[in-house]
């Protein structure tokens, strides 16, 4: 079961911040990111919550 993060994204496309929801995901390093996708665009949107 993949957690859910539901927060401000930055989107460098746009150059503004999203609210949106996204999955939570633990990258290679340990660190923990949620991916979404920018619901004005729809570029790819990442944010490092911390580490796992």
Excluded at 2 to 27: L, N
Aim: proline residues 2%.
């Amino acid at each position: 079961m993949a957690d859910k993060y539901s927060g401000e994204f930055y989107c460098v496309k746009c150059k503004d911040k999203r609210t949106t929801e996204g999955d939570v995901v633990v990258s290679e390093n340990g660190r923990r990111m949620a991916k979404a996708v920018c619901p004005e665009c729809g570029t790819k949107l990442n944010r490092i919550l911390g580490k796992a």
